[in-house]
């Protein structure tokens, strides 16, 4: 379908991302090298739409000759945002085609449910994403419960180190993927990028790598966003010889102390979802350094027929084979 609308316009990937470059709020799931890992590095994949005050790379899906569009947050050039300038905008990207799904990483905003209620959108059936996080104050001291205390003291002895690669290698890049296949091999999880996708999201100056170094050799590894002064962790590996090093605590420590170092206000533990099953693990480990618990805005959905917002639920869960949460 083509965009026709005169206030909101598709444009290129090099228009978009010089028109947003410099606006307040751009969230890390629209940074160009995260939508090119997430789609595969397949230009065809995605369409980008801009009006005055927002723009969002979407990810386009076709099945069953339907459209989905799938918009991991938007771009704000202005931080402070009215629900009519989300209403204005979601009702030209509902235009574009049969299914809509935005998942904002945005902290909650009353303004922002307003104005996607008013576009037509509802929370989808079923949830599939987190929509909690812990937001760690980096303008005040460190400060972490018990099992963070005795974990960091018993890690002081090994004297980590932690490097930030500004120009990761292919050595790098080896070392990062390898600690996460390790990690995912003990968790019973797939892996989420290769190499090639690993090389497009760093070659992106708003994603970082660290790795953490016990005797020259990696343990453990973090890959953050940062924009302005915020950062947020996208992804953490901890390999086999990081445990009994207790690696996977001190290597936030030596971080978050850089990031205050360096003037970061804030940090984003991302992804934080309490249960009664195994990622409640994730969720205790996550809210181990003192910080305060922030509820995000989340799903949307709009569907142009009403069947299909359960046709969405059903394939999520069992041909996407997604967890519902």
Not at 37 to 53: C, T
Not at 165 to 185: G, N, V, W
Not at 265 to 275: I, L, N, R, V, Y
């Amino acid at each position: 379908m083509a965009c026709t609308n005169e206030s909101m316009q598709e444009v290129t990937r090099d228009i978009f991302y010089q028109t947003t470059r410099n606006w307040e709020d751009v969230p890390f799931t629209q940074a160009e090298g995260y939508v090119r890992m997430q789609s595969g590095d397949n230009s065809s994949r995605v369409r980008y739409f801009l009006d005055d005050n927002i723009g969002c790379a979407a990810h386009v899906k076709r099945f069953m000759g339907k459209t989905l569009l799938m918009i991991p947050a938007e771009c704000l050039k202005h931080r402070q945002t009215k629900h009519s300038t989300y209403t204005g905008f979601y009702r030209q990207i509902i235009r574009e085609a049969d299914i809509v799904e935005v998942n904002s990483v945005r902290p909650y905003d009353a303004e922002y449910e307003t104005g996607m209620r008013q576009a037509g959108f509802l929370r989808p059936v079923g949830s599939f994403s987190f929509a909690l996080t812990n937001m760690i104050d980096l303008t005040q001291p460190l400060a972490y419960d018990s099992n963070w205390k005795r974990n960091l003291k018993q890690a002081k002895p090994f004297s980590l180190k932690l490097e930030q690669k500004e120009c990761p290698t292919p050595k790098d890049r080896s070392d990062f993927i390898q600690l996460y296949h390790e990690m995912c091999a003990n968790k019973h999880l797939a892996m989420p990028f290769d190499d090639h996708l690993l090389e497009v999201l760093l070659s992106d100056p708003h994603f970082k790598l660290c790795m953490v170094y016990h005797d020259d050799k990696p343990v453990s590894g973090i890959i953050y966003h940062r924009q302005h002064e915020h950062c947020g962790l996208l992804y953490a590996a901890t390999g086999n010889a990081a445990h009994p090093l207790h690696a996977g605590f001190e290597m936030y420590r030596l971080l978050l102390t850089r990031l205050q170092a360096e003037g970061i206000q804030t940090f984003d533990m991302e992804k934080m979802g309490a249960s009664t099953h195994s990622t409640n693990a994730v969720f205790l480990f996550k809210q181990g350094i003192k910080g305060t618990l922030t509820t995000l805005c989340g799903e949307w959905q709009w569907t142009k027929r009403k069947w299909m917002a359960q046709g969405m639920y059903l394939i999520k869960k069992y041909i996407w084979k997604k967890v519902q949460v």
